[in-house]
């Protein structure tokens, strides 16, 4: 009987152990401002190649981050900033652990549709830090968006 209690007691201590409290995720610095820029591959009704400017700040608590404002313009395609805009700021950025991060609310719009919703997309630290895109699907009218590319962040951020 002892020794019985004994392993249940092993046991439940190792399952509290796996049971503790979760690592939090985080932004670092907490209540930077940042940009995002780039070149992104967007793709619905037609392809197009843009240059891309992202603006925002990272929240007080480093609990996530938020695009204020952006704006595409002519990369190998003209239609950037002029026909193809990004739409509905404020995007929020939630970090997931490791590498991943959730963006909600993001959004673009052309004279041929538009696409807005939340994406699962990665993120690497360094120097420079960068969001990358490997065909992330963002819900949209007529059809889904796909974004490919990568943005890097100035300064740096730590997603953890």
Do not use: E, Y
């Not at 690592?23 to 967007?42: D, E, K, M, R």
Request: overall charge neutral.
């Amino acid at each position: 009987m002892l020794k019985s209690a004994s392993i249940l007691s092993a046991a439940v201590l190792a399952v509290a152990g796996l049971a503790g409290p979760a690592a939090a995720q985080s932004i670092s610095p907490a209540g930077a401002s940042f940009t995002l820029s780039g070149n992104l591959t967007l793709q619905q009704s037609t392809t197009v190649k843009c240059n891309v400017s992202l603006s925002g700040v990272v929240a007080s608590d480093g609990k996530s981050a938020r695009i204020t404002s952006g704006s595409f313009s002519p990369g190998p395609d003209w239609q950037c900033g002029f026909l193809v805009n990004p739409s509905g700021f404020d995007w929020v950025i939630t970090p997931n652990g490791g590498s991943s991060i959730t963006i909600t609310g993001i959004g673009a719009s052309s004279i041929l549709g538009s696409c807005n919703g939340t994406i699962t997309t990665n993120w690497t630290n360094g120097t420079p830090s960068s969001v990358s895109f490997a065909g992330s699907v963002i819900p949209g009218s007529p059809n889904n968006c796909t974004i490919t590319g990568i943005l890097n962040s100035s300064p740096s951020l730590t997603v953890s």
